[in-house]
């Protein structure tokens, strides 16, 4: 096996020199550097790792705790979040919190005793025990999708990344209004998700904004989840006087909402129409072709990754909250005509970017 004494003798360096350049523990000349790399392409030599590590204090490994793996969107973020570290030569450690504030503080404390550099995080909905314990130990976080309300400290402070769920929730809104429609229900997520929060918020809005009253009973929450996505969708069907349109906050609701359409024999958008949040690769398979939010999924993995490497480059900078944009892929579900699409995948469109994760 090829060693660093041998990479050295090869370039003409010391040993010394060879490990500058692995690790940039110390500026090398460009014409020295240029060398070493082209003896260790040369000779076909792999750093060792742990070695490596204890010359960095730093194992280029990142900790993603991401639940509902399983969920397309959720796959999404972690091809965004893999493509990003490999980008730049960082390993995933992944776990799933399964969205319960116990197994998250859990999961999360296993993947710091492997001695990852730093972590990517989905939070719960109580992430209280998590925050304490990744401020504690001052470990270098992103949050990543669900932002978190919690107080910075002088030697710890977290960036965060997601996409607007307020602006696109109001839009479906007063596009079902325009339709004609004045019972807008919502199938809403798990209470405590800042998702949650802001796309019942735009769901205001946009009532507002059409002139239509907030009625509590059309609200019901499902939990995020496929059955309750059901539970809740039946709720409101079985309403005295149920709603004409609805609106879905996520993917996996959408799917339950559709379950319990099909049991009850209503058609979308028929007896029914139908907008949700959450676009997903088969959502223009539905017959109709579902009309969906489309959040940036990979560019929020990646963002997030970039967001975490210059917290480790610069670990007091100030705190970031950065803001994706939301397309809209417009079909057919919610009772418009069928119209042709624009050829390729809606883009992330713009982000705003704040300077502090309260903002």
Known sequence: MTTMADVARSAGVSVATVSHVLNSTRPVLPHTRQAVLDAIEQLGYTPNGPARSLVTARTRSIGLAVSAISNPYFTEILQGVEAGALEHGYSLLIADPHDDPEHEHTVVQLLHERRVDGMIVAP????????????????????????????????????????????????????????????????????????????????????????????????????????????ATDALLSLAVPPTGLITANNTMTIGALRALRRRGLSVPGDLALCCFDDFAWADLFSPRLTAVAQPSRELGARAVRLLLERLDAPDRPARTVRLDCSLAHRTSCGCPERPEPPGPPGPGGTTVSPSTTS
Do not use: K, M, N
């Not at 001052?138 to 400290?153: M, N």
């Open 124 to 231: 719960s909905a109580d992430p209280g025990a998590l925050l304490a314990y990744l401020a504690r130990h001052r470990v270098p976080a992103v949050f990543l999708d669900r932002l978190v309300d919690a107080p910075e400290t002088d030697d710890w402070r977290f960036d965060q990344v997601c996409a607007d769920g307020c602006e696109p929730t109001a839009g479906l809104v007063t596009h079902l209004a325009e339709l004609g429609h004045r019972r807008i229900g919502l199938v809403a997520g798990r209470p405590g998700f800042s998702t949650t929060r802001e796309r019942l918020t735009g769901y205001r809005h946009g009532l507002a904004t059409a002139g239509l009253p907030f009625d509590e009973r059309l609200v019901v929450h499902g939990d995020s989840e496929t059955a309750g996505g059901e539970r």
